[in-house]
């Protein structure tokens, strides 16, 4: 059985694809779970997709990846980023692998946004990709579980080859 990666999105990206477009893009939060599962099959996972507007939700559901056994975790927070002390403390209880994600560049939009405290718990922030920073968190995800015993001194400056695929992929298209 596949190990599983826990995907988890906080407050109002139930409205994605049609909150602030201009911003977020026009994807769906249904589209972005299939886009994710897609990413996440192709390297050999499972995932669990949720959503919700409840900081206590989140907060299970992190512990929750623990009691299972998940590879890791990958939160985006939204609103919560900047002012959950409680999802903090869940991150650093359970010392899962996490990633950080955000469909915009944080530190590009308002300095209240910059304050992440999610990432004094993170292995990794990627963000400012749109909805393409889920499928680069996955590949990090994956690289991280496939060495072993996570990150080593040999590994830890080698990228895995699809994030530099996907990420080279996605400049090629910028240009």
Known sequence: MAKTIYILNGPNLNLLGTREPEKYGHTRLGDLEAICRSAAEAQGFAIVFRQSNLEGELVSWIQEAKATGAAGIILNAAGYTTTSVAILDALL?????????HITNIHAREEFRHNSLVSRAATGLISGFGVESYTLAIAALAGLARAPGGRTEETAGAPDKTISKTINKKFKKAK
């Open 93 to 101: 209880a359970v010392k899962l692998p996490t990633v950080e994600v």
